[in-house]
């Protein structure tokens, strides 16, 4: 069964800029979420600036 992933909420990391979806797993907590990956919560404090 085909699942409609194009409809997802997406937002934009707040260290590298990329956009990235809703996760299940972020369901509950969807509103506090501002980094697409463990790397950018991690390097939160040395935020990377685009050139």
Same mark, same amino acid.
């Given at each position: 069964?085909?699942?409609?992933?194009?409809?997802?909420?997406?937002?934009? $990391?707040?260290? =590298?800029?990329?956009?990235? %979806? &809703? %996760?299940? #797993? &972020?369901? #509950?907590? &969807?509103?506090?979420?501002?980094? $697409?990956? *463990? #790397? =950018? %919560?991690?390097? %939160? *404090?040395? #935020?990377?600036?685009?050139?």
């Amino acid at each position: 069964m085909a699942h409609a992933k194009g409809n997802l909420p997406e937002k934009t $990391c707040v260290v =590298c800029g990329r956009p990235f %979806r &809703w %996760r299940k #797993k &972020w369901a #509950k907590v &969807w509103g506090q979420v501002k980094y $697409c990956s *463990d #790397k =950018c %919560r991690a390097s %939160r *404090d040395t #935020k990377v600036t685009k050139s």
